[in-house]
């Protein structure tokens, strides 16, 4: 079954932490390039962060030096470490496959597998 099933998310006060998990299924895992979107109420999807199959990332500005992305080859799980979070960070999170990473990583119509996504709520 292709899957990516995200868990972690939950609320938590600004200037906390949380560490969101997508587990993926093999085939996906071995052979895509992964990343984090996030998608508020009203508001368009937008990428957070990107890691490529050797682990190279790439992030937003407005994550950067409070995100982290990483993934675990032997679990096939991709994580999204955030800290420092403000309410600005509350949205939905989802994972998404890409088969290769383009000029503009952050084009969500490039991402062919989506998960569910997980609902992150930060308040002030």
């Known amino acids: 079954l292709l899957q990516l099933v995200e868990s972690g998310g939950g609320s938590v006060q600004a200037g906390g932490s949380l560490r969101l998990s997508c587990s993926v299924s093999t085939y996906i895992y071995s052979r895509y390039s992964m990343a984090w979107f996030r998608q508020a109420p009203g508001k368009e999807r937008e990428g957070v962060a990107v890691i490529d199959r050797d682990g190279t990332p790439k992030y937003a500005d407005s994550v950067k030096g409070r995100f982290t992305i990483s993934k675990d080859d032997a679990k096939n799980i991709l994580y999204l470490q955030m800290n420092t979070l403000k309410p600005d960070d509350s949205a939905m999170y989802y994972c998404?496959?890409?088969?290769?990473?383009?000029?503009?990583?952050?084009?969500?119509?490039?991402?062919?597998?989506w998960g569910q996504g997980t609902q992150v709520t930060v308040s002030s």
């Open positions: 998404a496959a890409v088969w290769r990473i383009g000029t503009d990583w952050t084009n969500a119509d490039d991402y062919i597998y």
